[in-house]
């Protein structure tokens, strides 16, 4: 993979913390040129150390999107692969969760990283190459309780990416979709409860899953050869969710109406 990001420019949304500074160190240690954006910008100087080039980016702010993807191609001239990776969770009944905090889960997890895709694809398609590869979620493709914004928000991700796939065809531009399951981070940490408060610990899903390292090296590859979808760190829950979903749907759903969810 080393020599195929030599000299790339690659671009990622939601580089602090978990999956995305791993994606940033593999990005880093291949020999791409980096443009990071997301978190606070000293966390953002300090994970693109001497090499990365950090653009704040306010997810909630949709007036500011349009010059932040400016200046993030400003930075190199172009943006060879987009990593679309920034996300908030929930731990909240859909019945609780205000509707504020219901629109900042979508804003982050996919109406902002929507348009953010649209404009760098625009110059993509000008160029007749370039790569998008946008992070989303076993809870992308099967529905858990006090999730329903994050849901909602991954599932979107299939839906739209799948449908700008198609129309980027032949164009030179790919669309991956990467779909982890359990990976060790702090997501289910800083996941929002009803009211926008941190749920603050560590779901046992998280604490044994994957680690976040091996992820990206697996999400940077994908991209890198085009692949349509990637799932990866399922574990046996995520894969007898899957399989009961797609072909039991009935009993998928009898069974994680009674599950005991954290």
Not at 110 to 136: D, H, N
Not at 200 to 218: T, Y
Request: hydrophobic share 50%; with cysteine; proline share 3%.
């Amino acid at each position: 993979m080393a020599e195929s990001l030599n000299d790339m420019v690659i671009w990622v949304v939601g580089a602090t913390g978990g999956i995305g500074t791993q994606l940033v160190r593999a990005a880093a240690a291949g020999g791409a040129r980096l443009v990071l954006s997301g978190g606070p910008l000293e966390q953002l100087r300090a994970i693109a150390g001497k090499d990365g080039h950090p653009v704040p980016l306010d997810l909630t702010d949709h007036d500011a999107l349009a010059p932040v993807v400016e200046a993030a191609h400003a930075v190199f001239g172009r943006i060879d692969l987009l990593v679309l990776n920034a996300g908030i969770s929930q731990r909240a009944a859909a019945a609780e969760t205000e509707y504020r905090i219901l629109k900042r889960i979508i804003d982050i997890d996919f109406l902002a990283q929507a348009e953010i895709a649209r404009r760098t694809a625009a110059g993509m398609v000008q160029r007749g190459s370039g790569a998008i590869l946008v992070v989303s979620s076993l809870a992308g493709l099967v529905a858990t309780p006090l999730r329903s914004g994050y849901c909602a928000a991954k599932h979107a991700i299939h839906g739209y990416y799948n449908a700008l796939r198609a129309e980027l065809a032949g164009s030179g531009v790919s669309v991956t979709i990467g779909v982890p399951g359990f990976v060790r981070t702090d997501i289910s940490r800083n996941a929002v409860t009803a009211n926008g408060g941190a749920y603050g610990r560590m779901d046992p899903n998280q604490s044994g899953g994957s680690e976040p390292a091996a992820v990206a090296q697996r999400l940077l590859a994908a991209a890198l050869a085009g692949r349509r979808e990637i799932r990866m760190a399922m574990g046996v829950k995520g894969r007898l969710a899957l399989a009961l979903s797609a072909c039991l749907p009935g009993v998928y759903a009898w069974i994680i109406a009674r599950a005991r969810v954290t």
